[in-house]
């Protein structure tokens, strides 16, 4: 390497006329990486939020699912206790529902 010391010089401060932007560069990649950090976490808050809303809703169809097979359970039961007690109503009501439909 014959490079002159004065050539030599210059190369380096070239180089370091270059790097005098890097802080600032950085500070402003960081302010973005803050900023996208604030909105991902806002983001993500409000999904939350709707998951939540959606579970509570489904919680409460299903609680009103439950109730309605409860009753047909129920109404089940008493039609097999009168069938079972000989009254042979119990079963014409049921057609009967089903032939109107």
């Known amino acids: ?22 802080p ?7 302010s973005q990486i ?25 919680a409460g169809l299903n609680d009103e699912t439950n109730a309605h097979l409860r009753v047909l359970h129920e109404e089940v039961i008493s039609r097999i ?3 079972q007690e000989g009254h042979p109503t119990a079963f014409r009501k049921n057609e009967r529902k089903r032939k109107r439909r």
């Open 34 to 58: 803050v900023q996208l950090r604030a909105e991902m976490q806002t983001g993500f808050s409000a999904l939350r939020g709707q998951n939540d809303e959606a579970r509570r809703e489904m």
């Open 81 to 83: 206790a009168l069938l």
């Open 24 to 30: 600032a560069r950085l500070s402003a990649v960081e």
């Open 1 to 22: 390497m014959d490079v002159s010391l004065e050539r030599r010089i210059e190369i380096l401060e070239e180089n370091m006329e270059q790097l005098r932007d890097v």
